[in-house]
């Protein structure tokens, strides 16, 4: 599968670790890189993005006119925008229109899937062949997939553990 790849902190770089080493052809492009991330999008079988949410309308602004029709998108980003209050693939769906859509959000950290520490995430689409395919395809030896077909409660699901997550660390 060729993905292209829009993110490459913590979260990005180790899915494209993760995707490379499973034979995935994979083409990474971060806003520290400069240029446009549109030429990538032509002959991807899957874009994913892993971006802050303060990038995804700026992003999706400067993608829209070249998306390719079918293309779909995995969102990994965890938030909830304030001026919207929309989680990242109601903000996607905002610049893109209709597109296959997907989310991937799990209890997982980057760093300990990077010491190939096992790790389960979901992949939530109201698509449900989307999500299996997904789930088949980008699945590794120390990731578990599992699907759903709730993307919006998975977002908020995520966006909690993260607030959690920092209450913890106080």
């Given at each position: 599968m060729r993905i292209t790849l829009l993110g490459r902190g913590a979260w990005g770089s180790t899915l494209a670790h993760l995707w490379s080493g499973t034979g995935h052809d994979l083409a990474v492009w971060s806003r520290r890189d400069g240029g446009s991330a549109a030429p990538l999008l032509a002959g991807s079988d899957l874009v994913v993005a892993a971006?802050?949410?303060s990038a995804i309308s700026p992003l999706g602004r400067e993608l829209a006119p070249h998306w390719p029709r079918g293309l779909p998108l995995l969102s990994c980003s965890k938030g909830i925008d304030p001026e919207r209050l929309g989680t990242a693939t109601?903000?996607?769906?905002?610049?893109?229109?209709q597109l296959p859509?997907?989310?991937?959000?799990g209890?997982?950290?980057a760093d300990e899937l990077?010491?190939?520490?096992p790790a389960a995430s979901v992949i939530a689409s109201a698509?449900?062949?989307?999500?299996?395919?997904l789930q088949?395809?980008?699945?590794?030896?120390?990731l578990r997939l599992y699907t759903n077909d709730d993307p919006i409660g998975t977002e908020a699901a995520g966006a909690l553990k993260n607030v959690m997550a920092e209450i913890g660390r106080a």
């Amino acid at each position: 599968m060729r993905i292209t790849l829009l993110g490459r902190g913590a979260w990005g770089s180790t899915l494209a670790h993760l995707w490379s080493g499973t034979g995935h052809d994979l083409a990474v492009w971060s806003r520290r890189d400069g240029g446009s991330a549109a030429p990538l999008l032509a002959g991807s079988d899957l874009v994913v993005a892993a971006v802050s949410m303060s990038a995804i309308s700026p992003l999706g602004r400067e993608l829209a006119p070249h998306w390719p029709r079918g293309l779909p998108l995995l969102s990994c980003s965890k938030g909830i925008d304030p001026e919207r209050l929309g989680t990242a693939t109601q903000l996607w769906d905002h610049w893109l229109g209709q597109l296959p859509l997907a989310v991937l959000s799990g209890p997982n950290l980057a760093d300990e899937l990077d010491r190939g520490l096992p790790a389960a995430s979901v992949i939530a689409s109201a698509d449900a062949q989307l999500a299996r395919d997904l789930q088949i395809a980008l699945r590794t030896s120390n990731l578990r997939l599992y699907t759903n077909d709730d993307p919006i409660g998975t977002e908020a699901a995520g966006a909690l553990k993260n607030v959690m997550a920092e209450i913890g660390r106080a």
